[in-house]
């Protein structure tokens, strides 16, 4: 890291450590039983969903209002202006998906869409003395950060989607919480020529999801997961079961998914599609600016330390590669892939309406990286 970079970092860890200490002060202690685990439950840590699942911790619909407050001036510490917009939108989505299902979707509780329906957990101790993480999630959101020696260390995965992904507003503009996402890919794909183009297309259809679905780590050769896999738990009830294992086979089945598909968007280590050196200088551009769609998710100078690992001529190893159709409307997916870098998109669902993100770091995801070497010089 740049000083300018631990700079930044030891800031946006500081401001973590002290609205996680005030939201801890105002819960009693049956809510401190769910919110707050101890470092040791690395198992759980490594544990998070994007589906209307239980994501572990405390639900904001179990706090009052104000330790509602506390808790979403946590979730702010970890995310930029913009991506505290953008989460906020999505969470309110839940309101909005409930009246397209007709306010009857039944997911074993009470609300099916419900936007009190997120979970905030820390793991450690807040208080500069060792590690602690801390996880917000929901349907459509998961956020996952990790402070190591008085300093943000890890930021992903981090998940963010839409459904709807465009809902009609008053005036001639939808809302689109994810338009960036999408609108700059099919930019880049629409620049591409014959050549380029073939080499980014990994198959005509897209994958339903995306295909690495919530695995902790990534394994070189992994499919897509099936729906009833990115769960907390196998459902008991047998018509919740039936109804999550006929949404992905239909889906399948609507999107006309071959084996051949699965095969051709496949997880491998060496990255798929066209590489970034093969990009014209003002591809290379529309790459970087994507790109910045996710990295700049996260706090400003966070967000500069995460964008310098891409600076230069590292943007070169990035590799881009598409499934699907390539207009608006058409069932698309995009991937990009890199040194420390998988970024996945997926809009399939819904009749091309239900939008998938994530950011994730192979190799620090979790903090993975930072929390060996904090071992090795803990145990010199």
């Not at 008053?170 to 930019?187: I, N, S, T, V």
Request: with cysteine; glycine share 10%.
């Amino acid at each position: 890291m740049t000083t300018c970079s631990l700079r930044g970092a030891r800031t946006a860890a500081d401001r973590m450590a002290t609205a996680a200490r005030a939201w801890l002060a105002s819960l009693d202690d049956a809510q401190r039983a769910q919110a707050a685990w101890p470092w040791e439950a690395d198992g759980e840590r490594l544990r998070w969903f994007y589906t209307p699942t239980d994501h572990g911790g405390l639900p904001l619909r179990d706090m009052r209002p104000a330790q509602q407050s506390l808790a979403m001036q946590l979730v702010a510490t970890g995310l930029s202006r913009a991506g505290y917009v953008t989460v906020s939108t999505i969470m309110g989505l839940e309101n909005v998906l409930d009246q397209v299902e007709g306010f009857q979707v039944d997911w074993g509780r009470e609300r099916g869409r419900d936007p009190q329906l997120y979970w905030l957990r820390i793991f450690g101790a807040p208080d500069g003395r060792g590690p602690w993480a801390w996880r917000f999630g929901g349907h459509h959101v998961s956020l996952n950060l990790l402070v190591v020696d008085g300093q943000v260390q890890a930021t992903t995965p981090c998940f963010l989607g839409a459904d709807p992904a465009e809902s009609p507003l008053l005036g001639p503009h939808p809302l689109r919480p994810l338009a960036g996402a999408e609108d700059l890919a099919r930019d880049l794909v629409h620049s591409l020529d014959e050549v380029q183009a073939e080499r980014a297309l990994l198959t005509g259809v897209a994958p339903v999801d995306i295909v690495g679905g919530n695995r902790p780590r990534f394994g070189d050769g992994d499919l897509l997961m099936p729906l009833p896999d990115v769960w907390r738990r196998n459902f008991t009830e047998p018509h919740l079961l039936e109804r999550v294992e006929a949404m992905h086979r239909g889906a399948e089945e609507k999107a006309g998914v071959r084996p051949e598909d699965h095969e051709a968007v496949r997880l491998t280590t060496r990255p798929k599609g066209l590489a970034a050196a093969d990009l014209t200088p003002e591809q290379q551009e529309r790459l970087r600016v994507l790109l910045g769609v996710y990295l700049g998710r996260i706090p400003d100078e966070l967000a500069e330390g995460e964008a310098a690992k891409f600076a230069g001529d590292r943007l070169a190893q990035i590799h881009f590669a598409w499934a699907g159709g390539t207009e608006r409307h058409q069932p698309h997916y995009y991937r990009l892939q890199g040194p420390r870098l998988l970024v996945e998109y997926d809009n399939t669902q819904r009749d091309v309406n239900h939008v998938h993100t994530v950011w994730r770091d192979p190799e620090g995801d979790f903090g993975y990286d930072a929390l060996r070497l904090h071992l090795q010089a803990a145990h010199r």
